[in-house]
């Protein structure tokens, strides 16, 4: 089945979610960020199957870090968004622009303008 061009609503915000946590993108802190900036709660098996899906179509990549005694032992994924990622990112982003350009008397201007 060939893979959608198109970014679903909740990869973006993982995508995102990975940029803003930088360095520190393992599951709890892209959790985090989803939770602080989007307001979106996320359970680690809905991350987890997102994350493994992005990693399917190239978008993601993933590092395990060296196992650390006071996890017991257990190694973290650090995660990083992938050229093809970014890049997928801003095709969204122009397609939403394309999409709201015109529509300001409909629905306002945007929150930063």
Do not use: C
């Not at 999409?99 to 306002?108: Q, S, T």
């Amino acid at each position: 089945m060939p893979q959608s061009k198109f970014l679903g609503e909740f990869e973006q915000m993982v995508l995102l979610a990975i940029l803003q946590a930088g360095e520190e993108a393992f599951a709890l802190s892209v959790i985090r960020e989803l939770d602080q900036r989007a307001g979106r709660k996320v359970d680690r098996g809905a991350l987890y199957k997102t994350l493994d899906r992005l990693e399917t179509k190239g978008l993601v990549k993933w590092e395990t870090e060296a196992p650390i005694p006071g996890r017991g032992g257990h190694r973290r994924r650090l995660f990083h968004v992938t050229t093809a990622g970014v890049q997928a990112l801003q095709a969204a982003r122009a397609t939403f622009f394309k999409l709201w350009d015109g529509l300001e008397p409909v629905l306002g201007s945007a929150p930063n303008e």
